[in-house]
């Protein structure tokens, strides 16, 4: 018997176990009640980043962005494109460089933007520099393929 996969909610931060026999696009949080799923990346801190690392039972894409950065800007609604067909495969979270700069630091970001596929709470795939929408999906697909 499955026991279902650990879902953190993009809204309220609150761990959530998804049943492996229901459909993860229409999961709403059990403290909140809004959906889990919103197809929408969500920007965490350094904290909502630790919490989603810990207890995300699916993948991470996450962005790696700043606000005064001319690629990260054009990029954000491609990444936003995105999220539309990556979600509930995967959960997609933004990730301010200036405002989170421990996370930063320990995770050798150098340029900006950088995409991090992230499962298991470990580096799966990285890639600098902006993209479109096709081919955010298509990297992150071509990286979750090669994970164990």
């Known amino acids: 018997m499955s026991t279902g996969q650990q879902i953190v909610c993009g809204h309220c931060g609150k761990i959530n176990r998804l049943p492996a026999d229901r459909r993860p696009a229409a999961a709403r949080c059990g403290s909140c009640h809004q959906p889990i799923f919103s197809g929408h990346p969500i920007e965490v801190d350094e904290a909502g980043f630790g919490r989603h ?3 995300s039972d699916i993948p991470l894409l996450v962005d790696v962005w700043a606000p005064w950065c001319g690629p990260c800007r054009a990029m954000a609604p491609m990444f936003e494109r995105a999220a539309m067909e990556l979600e509930p495969r995967v959960r997609l979270l933004k990730l301010n460089a200036d405002t989170a700069p421990a996370v930063s630091s320990r995770l050798g970001i150098s340029g900006i933007p950088t995409l991090l596929l992230m499962q298991g709470g470990r580096e799966v795939s990285r890639t ?3 993209m479109d929408a096709q081919n ?4 992150t697909m071509a990286g979750l393929a090669k994970s164990p």
Do not use: L, Q, Y
Not at 136 to 139: C, N, P
């Open 136 to 139: 955010i999906v298509a990297w």
């Open 53 to 55: 690392m810990a207890h």
């Open 128 to 130: 600098s520099g902006a």
